[in-house]
C-alpha cells in the first residue's frame, strides 16, 4: 500500500458530512467506480447492464446506464482498488476506465417527499424520470452531473470531482432553504 | 424547448449543444481528386431554411449522443430526433 | 376612516405602515391601495412626464397610477403597484417621481409645458447640436422622468429557481381557473394552479355574491379538497409572466414579500414549469373611456370600485359617480350603495338609460375638477353641461380579455366584432387554450362552465379522462358592449396614464403619419411603460381606428411579450452571486497550495495556483523570476490537471485519431507519446496536446485547458456522426487523474525517489516515453516523458484524491534538488522561452504553416482540416512564428504591439505581424516575446518595430529563433 494519504473531494481529510432538517448529505469517499463501454464484437459482460435512465444493483456493484452502449459500474467501498482491473476481468474485450476520482459522490438520504422536493430545486427533470431504480445526467448549476436514485429515500449526486464545493454549495444551499420553509 | 431524445424522452433544450446543419454528417473524402472543391462547399455553404430543418444538437448534460433533431424554424414546432449515428448508418443499430 | 361593513379583511388584528412618513393603520387582508383608501389617502403618486398628481386606478396587476418605492435601504424597490403589495407589519412606501413633496411636486410645472411634451418630443426637440445629448439632455430627461429609484446597494435577499413538471397548468385562480384545477386534479393528473393574488378567487372576490353560496365559503371548500389532493399544487403569489416553447413557462413566487423580513427564506423564487398542457384563465382587464381632466386621483375603474367595496371593505370617497356605457356600471352602483356609499350619479352614455333608484343621466362625463382629488365631474348631455359633485368617479367601458400569455409565441389578437373586444387568435402556444373572461366568457356562469370544459377536453388530448364536476350556480349576466371608445372634447384625455398619452397625442401621431399600431407605440411611448398599457392599449387602437376611418380588426394591434408583469432582475439571476456566481473548478493539490500561501488566478472555470510568494519577495515578478529559475536550475513542480484528458480505445483507435489530428497517430508505438497538432475543418489550427499509446487499443490524449470541452463534444461528433463504422469509444477522465508536471535538470533525480522499480534512465525510459507503473509504495500511477518547460521534464499522473499528498511528498522528498513548486506565471515563461506555443497563438487565426509545425499536417492521410489548410490563401501567408528581444535590454515587450519594418509607414498596408506572448525571462535578462512576423525565419537578427499606438510606444526589437532556450532540444533528451 502507498504511504500517500489520500485527501477527500473538498480537501479535507474526512468525508464531508452535512444534516439539515430532514436530509443529511454525506460525500462517500469510498465509492469506486469504472466506466465500461461495449466494443464491437466484444462478449456481452458478464453484469447486468440496465437500459437508458436505469440504474440497477447487481450483486457486490451496481451499475447505470451512461450513454448507448455504456455504463458506470460502482464499486462500493472500492475507491481505494484498482476497480477498473476488476472490471476489465468481468468484461473481457469491452473498453473499461478508471473512473473513481472523475467524481464527487454525494449522498442524501431522507424521506422521499423530501428528496423529491429538493430535487425541484436542483435538476430540470421530470420526478416521474427520478423514481428508485433510475439515474440520469443532467445539470445542476451550470454543471454536468449524474442524479442516481437507489431507492425512494436515497439519492446519489455525481459530479466532477474539481467541481465539488460548487456542488456543494448547491446541495447544501437548496436543503438548507427546503428545511427553513418546512 | 424540449428536444425528444430517441433513448431518453422529452428533455429540455438547456442540456443540448447545438451545432447546425445536418448536412455536416456528409464529410467529403479528403483523398478525392476532387477534395478542394468539395470541402469549399462543405465547410461554407448551408441552407437556412424557413421551415423544417434537420440540424444537430448534442446531448452534453445528458447521455453525449449526438442527435438529428427536425425542427420548424418559423415555429419551433420539432418533428422528431433520431441518434445521429443511426442516421449515418442507415438505421437503428 | 373609509371602511365599509363587511369584506375578506381580518378586523381583529391592525397593521401598521407608513406612506411617506405617515403612520397608517390597515389589517391582513388589504393591499398597500386598499390600506391607504380606508385611510383617506387617494394621492398615491405622479405621473411619468408630466407629474400629475395620481391616485390608485385599479385592484390589480394592471395598476397604471399607484406606483411607490417599497421598503427602505437596500431592500428599497421601486415602481411597485400599491394593488398588489400585499399589506404587512411596518411596510414602509414612499411616492416616487416628484421634487419636493407628493402633493407638492416642483416638477409639474411640466404640465404647464405640455404642448411642447406631445406625442414624438424626445424625437423631435433634442436633435441640435448632436453634441448636447449625451451632456445636457439625456441626463436631464433621466432625472426627470425616472420614476422610481434604486436603492444602488447590493441586494441583501435570496432568490432561488426550481423546476415543476405537470400534465396541466391552469394560469388564474378566479372562477374559471378554479374549477379547471379542481376539474383536473380530481381525474389524478397533475396539476399547477398558479395565481398572483394571495388569495384564490380572482373576481369571485370582488363581486356581490356571485355564487348561490357565499363565496368564502366555497373557495375553503374547494381549498380543503385541494390539500387533500397529492397530485395538485396550488402557488399562490405565483405570476406566470411569460410562456416559452413546448410549453416551458417562467413563474415567479413571491415567497416572502408580504413579511416584514424574509427571515432566512428566499424572496422570491423563479419556477420554470414545463406543462404538457396549459389553460389560460387569466380574467379580463376593464377599459376606461377617456374624457378630458379624466386622470385626477379618486377617477378609476368601476370594477375597482366595486373590488374596493366588496373585498377590502373600503370606498374613496362618501360620494361616487359613475360613468359607464352598459350595465357594469350599475352593477357597481347598486353594490356600493348596499354598502351605504352615496351615489351622486350615474352617468349612462346609452340613449335609453335604466330606471334606477338612484339618479340616472343620459350624456356623458366631459370634464372634473379638485387638484390633488377628484371634486366634481361635469356631465354634458345634449349640449348641457352640470357639474356633479363627487369624490370618485367610477369609469366603466366593458373589458379586455388577458390574453397577453395567448400571445407570446406568434399569436396574433383578433377582433371579435361581436364581443367588441380582441381574442387570442391562431398560432399561439401549442397546448394553450383560454378560458373563462380572458375567453370572452365573462359571466362567473360562463367562466365556471368553459372552466371545467376546457380541463376536460385537455386532459383528454393527453388521454385522461376527466368528469365535469357539479359547480355551483352562478350569476350569468354577461358583460354587453356598446363600445365609447372616448368623450371628444378640446382638453386633455389620457389613454395611457403612466406614460402620459392623450387622445390628442394619438392625434398628432396620426397627423404626423405614424398610423401603424407599432409607430403608434413608437410615437407616442404608448403602452411601453411598466404596465405594458393594461388599461391603455385597446382604448389606443380604437381610437387610431376612428382616425383613420379602418375598422379596428384591420388595424391590428402590436405583440406581446414577456413579462407579463415586471419580474426582478435579481429573480431571473437565480440567486448565485459572489464567488459563486458561477461553476468554479479547484485542482487536487488546491487545498495544499492554500496551505502554501499560494495566489490564485482563474483559468476558465479553474482556480490555478499563479504564484508561490515567499517571505522576502516584493512583488510577484521576484516570486514567478525564482521559481522560473529553479526549474531551470534544479526541479520545479506544478500542477497541470486542468489538461484535458480523453480516454481513446478502441481496435480503431488509432484509425480514428489519424483522422482526428493532423499528424499521424496509428503509428505511435505502444510506450510512447506524440505531439498532436489539431485542426478544425476549415483549415485553421484548433488545439494542441498529446497523445500517448498506453496500449495495442488504449491511447490518452490531452487537450489544452480552455478546449478540454469542445475538442471532446468535437471527438464524440467524429465517432458518432462521421466514422461511426470505426470501433472506438472515447471517455473523459479530467478530473480522475491529477497530473503534476516535474522538469528541470533535476527532475529524474527527484522521479527516481518516487518511482517503484522503474529503470528512469535515458535508456530505460527515454524521451516522449509513457508507461503505467506505481508510485510510493504502490500508487498506481501513469508516467509520461514530456517537456513543456524545454527541460528534461515529466508529467505523473496519480488518482486525484492522492494529488495534494503526492505533491508534498515531490516538494519534500526533492527539498536537497531544490524542488520547487511553480504556479502558471512560471509555467507561462517557461513555455515562452522554449518557444511552445499556446492558447495566445492558438487563436483560431493561426495555421499550422506559421506556428513553424507546417509539416506535421500530414498529405498521406484524410483528416480533420487538412484538405482546407492547402488551400492557397492559406499556403500563401508569409507569417511565421518567431522569437523577439528588444535591441535595448531595458525595454519591455507588449503583447498585442503590432510589427513594422524600420521606418516604414504604420499602417495596416505595412502592417508584418504581432506580437502574441510576452513575459519577463529571468534567463536572459530581460523581455522577451513570440510573434507571428512576415518571413520571420528568414529574418533572424533584423531589427523591426513594434508599435504600441494605445501607449504611443515604438520599441526596437530583434528578431530571433522562438526557442530561446536549448534550440537544439538536447536538455529535454538527456
Given amino acids: 500500500m502507498t504511504d500517500l494519504t489520500p485527501t477527500c473531494a473538498f480537501g479535507e481529510p474526512t468525508p464531508r458530512t452535512h444534516r439539515i432538517g430532514a436530509l443529511t448529505l454525506t460525500e462517500d469517499a469510498g465509492l469506486g467506480l469504472a466506466s465500461l463501454a461495449l466494443r464491437r464484437d466484444a462478449p456481452a459482460p458478464d453484469l447486468t447492464l440496465p437500459g437508458p435512465g436505469e440504474w440497477a444493483a447487481t450483486g457486490d456493484v451496481a451499475v447505470f446506464w451512461t450513454g448507448p452502449g455504456q455504463w458506470m459500474v460502482e464499486y462500493p467501498g472500492g475507491a481505494d482498488r484498482d476497480v477498473a482491473a476488476d472490471l476489465a476481468l468481468r468484461a473481457p474485450g469491452c473498453a473499461v476506465t478508471e473512473q473513481t476520482d472523475g467524481f464527487v459522490c454525494i449522498r442524501i438520504t431522507g424521506a422521499p417527499p423530501a428528496l423529491e422536493a429538493l430535487l425541484e430545486r436542483l435538476v430540470n427533470l421530470d420526478p416521474r424520470r427520478c423514481g428508485p431504480g433510475t439515474a440520469t445526467r443532467t445539470g445542476v448549476h451550470h454543471l454536468s452531473v449524474f442524479v442516481v436514485r437507489p431507492a425512494g429515500d436515497q439519492l446519489a449526486i455525481l459530479g466532477p470531482r474539481s467541481a465539488a464545493q460548487t456542488i456543494w454549495h448547491g446541495l447544501d444551499l437548496a436543503a438548507t432553504r427546503q428545511a427553513r420553509v418546512a | 424547448m424540449l428536444i ?90 | ?198 388569495r384564490l ?26 390539500a387533500s389532493l397529492p397530485n395538485l399544487r396550488v402557488m399562490r403569489r405565483t405570476t406566470i409572466w411569460g410562456t416559452f416553447d413546448h410549453g416551458v413557462h417562467g413563474a415567479v413566487e413571491r415567497v416572502s414579500d408580504h413579511l416584514a423580513d424574509p427571515g432566512g427564506r428566499v424572496r422570491q423564487t423563479l419556477w420554470r414549469i414545463t406543462a404538457k398542457r396549459t389553460i389560460l384563465a387569466s380574467g379580463a382587464t376593464e377599459r376606461h373611456i377617456p374624457f378630458a381632466d379624466n386622470d385626477r386621483p379618486g377617477i378609476m375603474l368601476s370594477g375597482a370600485l366595486r373590488a374596493y367595496a366588496n373585498r377590502w371593505a373600503v370606498t374613496p370617497a362618501a360620494h361616487v359617480a359613475i360613468f359607464t356605457n352598459s350595465e357594469e356600471g350599475h352593477r357597481t352602483a347598486r353594490d356600493l350603495a348596499a354598502k351605504g356609499v352615496g351615489i351622486a350619479a ?139 371608445w372616448h368623450v371628444p372634447g378640446k382638453g386633455r384625455a389620457w389613454v395611457d396614464f403612466q ?128 521559481e522560473v529559475l529553479a526549474v531551470r536550475a534544479g526541479v520545479g513542480v506544478c500542477d497541470v490537471t486542468t489538461l484535458g ?36 475543418e476549415d483549415g485553421f489550427v ?87 507503473l506505481t508510485v510510493c509504495g504502490g500508487l498506481r500511477a501513469r508516467l509520461f516523458r514530456i517537456s513543456f518547460s524545454g527541460e528534461l521534464a515529466y508529467e505523473i499522473a496519480v488518482p486525484a484524491r492522492h494529488g495534494a499528498a503526492l505533491m508534498a511528498r515531490l516538494v519534500e522528498a526533492g527539498a536537497d534538488l531544490g524542488a520547487t513548486p511553480y504556479g502558471t506565471e512560471a509555467l507561462g515563461v517557461l513555455r515562452i522561452e522554449k518557444g511552445h506555443a499556446a492558447g495566445n497563438e492558438l487563436n483560431g487565426q493561426t495555421t499550422a504553416q506559421m506556428l513553424g509545425l507546417g509539416r506535421m499536417v500530414n498529405p498521406k492521410k484524410d483528416s480533420i482540416g487538412a484538405v482546407m489548410s492547402r488551400r492557397a490563401g492559406m499556403v500563401a501567408d508569409r507569417r511565421v512564428l518567431v522569437g523577439l528581444v528588444p535591441v535595448d535590454p531595458a525595454h519591455s515587450v507588449v503583447a498585442g504591439s503590432h510589427l513594422f519594418a524600420e521606418g516604414a509607414v504604420q499602417d495596416t498596408d505595412h502592417d508584418q505581424g504581432w506580437i502574441t506572448s510576452a513575459c519577463h525571462s529571468p534567463h536572459l535578462g530581460s523581455a522577451i516575446g513570440l510573434g507571428f512576423l512576415e518571413d520571420g525565419a528568414a529574418r533572424m537578427g533584423e531589427v523591426i518595430i513594434a508599435a504600441n499606438p494605445l501607449q504611443g510606444q515604438q520599441t526596437a526589437l530583434r528578431v530571433t529563433s522562438p526557442h530561446f532556450i536549448d534550440p537544439d532540444g538536447g536538455r529535454l533528451r538527456d
Fill in chain 2, 4 to 93: 425528444p431524445h430517441p433513448l431518453l424522452g422529452l428533455r429540455d433544450a438547456s442540456e443540448f449543444t447545438y451545432l447546425g446543419d445536418a448536412a455536416l454528417l456528409d464529410r467529403p473524402d479528403g483523398m478525392a481528386p476532387d477534395a478542394a472543391a468539395r470541402f469549399h462547399d462543405y465547410v461554407h455553404l448551408r441552407d437556412n431554411p424557413a421551415g423544417l430543418h434537420r440540424e444537430l444538437w448534442f446531448h452534453e448534460q445528458g447521455d453525449r449522443s449526438w442527435l438529428v433533431v427536425t425542427r420548424n424554424t418559423l415555429t419551433h414546432e420539432i418533428l422528431g430526433a433520431e441518434l445521429a449515428r443511426d442516421v449515418k448508418t442507415g438505421g437503428a443499430a
Fill in chain 3, 1 to 198: 376612516m373609509s371602511r365599509l361593513t363587511g369584506g375578506l379583511i381580518d378586523r381583529s388584528a391592525a397593521l401598521s405602515f407608513t406612506f411617506d412618513g405617515r403612520t397608517y393603520q390597515g389589517h391582513p387582508g388589504d393591499t398597500l391601495a386598499s390600506a391607504l383608501l380606508a385611510n383617506d389617502v387617494r394621492l398615491m403618486g405622479r405621473s411619468f412626464k408630466y407629474h400629475r398628481p395620481r391616485g390608485v386606478f385599479s385592484a390589480g396587476s394592471e395598476e397604471p397610477n399607484a406606483l411607490v418605492q417599497l421598503r427602505r435601504g437596500a431592500r428599497q424597490e421601486p415602481n411597485t403597484r400599491a394593488t398588489v403589495a400585499e399589506l404587512f407589519d411596518g411596510l414602509h412606501a414612499t411616492s416616487q417621481n416628484r421634487v419636493g413633496t407628493l402633493a407638492f411636486d416642483l416638477m409639474a410645472v411640466n404640465d404647464l409645458v405640455a404642448p411642447v411634451l406631445a406625442a414624438g418630443f424626445y424625437y423631435k426637440t433634442f436633435m441640435w447640436p448632436r453634441a448636447f445629448w449625451e451632456k445636457l439632455y439625456e441626463p436631464v430627461i433621466r432625472r426627470a422622468a425616472g420614476l422610481g429609484r434604486l436603492s444602488q446597494l447590493p441586494d441583501p435577499d435570496a432568490y432561488d429557481t426550481g423546476f415543476l413538471h405537470a400534465d396541466l397548468l391552469v394560469i388564474g385562480g378566479g372562477a374559471a381557473g378554479l374549477a379547471a384545477a379542481l376539474t383536473a386534479a380530481r381525474s389524478g393528473a397533475r396539476v399547477i394552479l398558479a395565481d398572483e393574488d394571495f
Fill in chain 3, 201 to 226: 378567487g380572482g373576481r369571485l372576490l370582488a363581486e356581490r355574491d356571485p355564487l348561490e353560496m357565499p363565496v368564502p365559503d366555497w373557495i375553503a371548500a374547494l381549498e380543503a379538497e385541494f
Fill in chain 3, 346 to 484: 350615474v352617468i349612462d352614455a346609452r340613449p335609453d338609460v335604466p330606471k334606477t333608484e338612484y339618479r340616472t343621466l343620459h350624456g356623458h362625463v366631459t370634464g372634473s375638477r379638485g387638484r390633488l382629488g377628484l371634486r366634481s365631474v361635469q356631465v354634458t348631455a345634449a349640449g348641457r353641461h352640470e357639474w356633479v359633485d363627487c369624490g370618485a368617479l367610477g369609469v366603466a367601458g366593458g373589458w379586455n380579455p388577458n390574453i397577453q400569455i395567448a400571445s407570446h409565441h406568434r399569436g396574433r389578437p383578433v377582433w371579435d366584432e361581436a364581443a367588441q373586444t380582441f381574442l387570442a387568435g391562431p398560432g399561439g402556444p401549442v397546448g394553450l387554450t383560454v378560458a373563462g373572461a380572458a375567453a370572452g366568457q365573462g359571466s362567473t356562469a360562463q367562466a365556471l362552465a368553459s372552466g371545467a370544459r376546457a380541463a376536460v377536453a385537455a386532459l383528454a388530448d393527453l388521454g385522461i379522462a376527466a368528469q365535469l364536476p357539479a359547480l355551483p350556480v352562478a350569476e350569468d349576466q354577461a358583460p354587453d358592449a356598446t363600445p365609447l
Fill in chain 3, 499 to 626: 406614460n402620459d398619452v392623450t387622445v390628442k397625442d394619438i392625434a398628432l401621431a396620426h397627423q404626423e403619419n405614424m398610423r401603424p399600431v407599432e409607430h403608434l407605440k413608437r410615437w407616442t411611448t404608448l403602452g411601453m411603460a411598466t404596465d405594458q398599457g393594461k388599461t391603455a392599449n385597446v382604448t389606443a387602437i380604437a381610437v387610431m381606428s376612428e382616425l383613420t376611418g379602418q375598422p379596428i380588426a384591420a388595424t391590428g394591434t402590436t405583440v406581446f411579450r414577456p413579462p407579463y408583469t415586471p419580474v426582478a432582475l435579481s429573480v431571473l439571476g437565480g440567486g448565485d452571486t459572489g464567488p459563486q456566481f458561477r461553476p468554479r473548478r479547484l485542482t487536487p493539490t488546491h487545498s495544499w497550495a492554500e496551505a502554501q500561501g499560494a495566489a490564485f488566478t482563474e483559468v476558465g472555470p479553474w482556480m490555478r495556483a499563479q504564484y508561490f510568494p515567499r517571505p522576502g519577495e516584493a512583488t510577484w515578478r521576484d516570486s514567478v523570476d525564482r
Fill in chain 3, 645 to 680: 484528458k480523453i480516454d481513446v480505445q478502441g481496435a480503431d483507435a488509432g484509425a480514428f485519431l489519424d483522422r482526428v489530428y493532423a499528424n499521424a497517430m496509428a503509428s505511435l508505438k505502444v510506450g510512447m507519446v506524440r505531439y498532436g497538432l489539431m485542426l478544425r
Fill in chain 3, 686 to 772: 484548433w488545439d494542441d496536446g498529446t497523445c500517448a499509446r498506453l496500449a495495442e487499443t488504449q491511447y490518452v490524449v490531452t487537450t489544452t485547458t480552455a478546449n478540454a470541452g469542445t475538442i471532446y463534444r468535437h471527438m464524440e461528433f467524429c465517432r458518432q456522426c462521421l466514422w461511426p463504422d470505426l470501433d472506438v469509444q472515447l471517455i473523459s477522465t479530467t478530473d480522475a487523474w491529477a497530473q503534476l508536471a516535474v522538469a528541470g535538470p533535476r527532475a529524474r533525480d527527484l522521479m527516481s525517489r518516487i518511482v517503484d522499480g522503474v529503470d528512469l534512465s535515458n535508456a530505460g525510459f527515454p524521451f516522449m516515453a509513457c508507461a503505467s
